[in-house]
């Protein structure tokens, strides 16, 4: 089974403060991605690579920058963390199909 | 990108099945449907994928008519377990892209005793 692991179930971090939240999978897989999760939103796609060093912007990607340095590791950085970025963050990556990790519960205050 | 309608709610209840469809009346030749299942604090979870006819495993099967313009989800007997959200995405699998990444809202399904 693919594993997808997100570093942190819950954080809380203030206002203004650079946020990291990190993703790694096991499964050697080109493709990884950050969404949000909000309320009466869906998931909506913050930013993807398809390869190490390479990143696409998603539908939201203001606020937001990524890095993936190796291919098992996918972070998102949240340069300076604003109130509106308070959601619920997953990773995901991709063969056929996408596998999740389950979630970051990020506040900021 | 093919765009994706279902329904926002649907009940039913323990032992029946369910059925779920979705519209996208835009979908490509080389799109593929998939569906997934999202619990409360989880990442969504694969359930189902097709490109055309039927397609069934453990949990679902899939019905995608000939002119692929919609699919059903179908879930036989389903428990209290099953309630969820349930997103239909349509999308080419190549090697990069975002092309079958967008999923809506999805379909809360609430099943009772």
């Known amino acids: 089974d693919v594993k997808v692991t997100q570093s942190s179930r819950y954080l809380v971090k203030r206002t203004g403060e650079k946020v990291f939240l990190e993703c790694v999978q096991d499964?050697?897989?080109?493709?990884m991605f950050w969404y949000r999760q909000d309320p009466g939103l869906g998931l909506r796609l913050i930013y993807f690579?398809?390869?190490?060093?390479?990143?696409e912007k998603g539908d939201i990607p203001e606020g937001y920058s990524v890095s993936r340095e190796k291919k098992e590791r996918f972070s998102l950085i949240l340069e300076s963390a604003s109130t509106n970025q308070t959601s619920m963050y997953l990773c995901?990556?991709?063969?056929?199909?996408?596998?999740f990790g389950d979630g970051t519960r990020l506040s900021i205050l | 990108l093919a765009k994706t309608t279902q329904p926002i709610s649907m009940d039913s209840y323990e032992g029946q099945e369910v059925n779920i469809t979705c519209s996208h009346n835009?979908?490509?030749?080389?799109?593929?449907i998939t569906w997934y299942q999202q619990f409360p604090s989880q990442g969504p979870r694969f359930i189902i994928q097709?490109?055309?006819t039927k397609v069934t495993n453990e949990v679902a099967s899939l019905f995608i008519p000939a002119d692929r313009k919609s699919s059903t989800l179908s879930l036989p007997r389903v428990s209290l377990s099953d309630t969820a959200v349930y997103y239909c995405?349509?999308?080419?699998?190549?090697?990069?892209?975002?092309?079958?990444?967008?999923f809506g809202k999805g379909t809360h399904l609430i099943i009772q005793p």
């Open positions: 995901a990556s991709r063969d056929m199909t996408q596998h």
């Open positions: 499964m050697d897989h080109e493709n």
């Open positions: 690579s398809y390869d190490v060093k390479m990143k």
């Open positions: 835009n979908i490509a030749t080389n799109d593929y």
């Open positions: 097709g490109y055309k």
């Open positions: 995405l349509v999308g080419f699998y190549s090697g990069g892209g975002a092309d079958g990444l967008t």
